[in-house]
């Protein structure tokens, strides 16, 4: 496990491969991220970690972003294909291991999900996932300041909330516009949906 003294050299290498505005999002997830581990019993570590370099990938074109997943042999689908921007999580989570040296699986997969999310997330990613939506810098959405509240009540349930209007921002419902979400992301959403009935079921 890295030490505080590592987790800096870490913070300053990528500082110096993303932009200003990007790093400032990234120290955002970071400290939330830390926050929510706090609040969950998650590994605070860990949480630092996958928050820090979760957009560590996100500096290059799209061009450069397919040639990437080329080169460390990353698959990309049809929608990936479409929507390159996409692939910076799958790419940065290669390169958290590849260039920034983590070791932690967990680390390495709380980056890989941060923006799609998928079925049954484990805390970890649960809490970047989260926090990559909610953190103090992002631009205020309609249901944002709820979301934050929920957040440190009850996980799954801001976990359902950001996927329900990531997907209805998307376009659920439109065939055409469907097409373009990708296929982890609508499966969150029904996953965690089911979660959210049932607790109202159960209420």
């Avoid at 491969?17 to 990234?26: D, E, F, G, L, V």
């Avoid at 926050?35 to 860990?46: E, F, I, K, V």
């Avoid at 990437?68 to 692939?87: A, F, G, R, S, V």
């Avoid at 709820?146 to 009540?153: E, P």
């Amino acid at each position: 496990m890295l030490d505080n003294e590592q987790l800096e050299q870490i913070q300053k290498k990528l500082q110096k491969n993303i932009t200003s505005k990007r790093y400032c999002h990234t120290i955002g997830v970071m400290h939330t991220s830390i926050s929510m581990a706090m609040r969950y019993g998650a590994d605070l570590q860990q949480a630092a970690l996958a928050g820090l370099l979760h957009d560590c990938a996100k500096c290059l074109d799209d061009k450069e972003m397919l040639r990437q997943c080329d080169k460390y042999d990353i698959p990309c689908n049809k929608t990936e294909k479409k929507q390159p921007y996409l692939l910076h999580a799958k790419l940065g989570a290669c390169y958290a291991a590849q260039k920034y040296g983590v070791e932690e699986d967990a680390v390495c997969s709380a980056i890989r999900y941060h923006t799609t999310g998928r079925p049954g997330m484990s805390l970890l990613e649960a809490i970047v996932f989260t926090a990559d939506y909610i953190e103090p810098n992002r631009k205020m959405l309609e249901h944002l300041p709820v979301i934050r509240k929920m957040a440190f009540i009850d996980l799954e349930e801001a976990v359902y909330m950001i996927l329900r209007d990531t997907v209805e921002y998307l376009g659920k419902g439109d065939k055409e516009k469907t097409d373009q979400i990708e296929h982890h992301t609508l499966e969150a959403y029904d996953y965690y949906k089911r979660l959210h009935e049932k607790k109202r079921g159960d209420s």
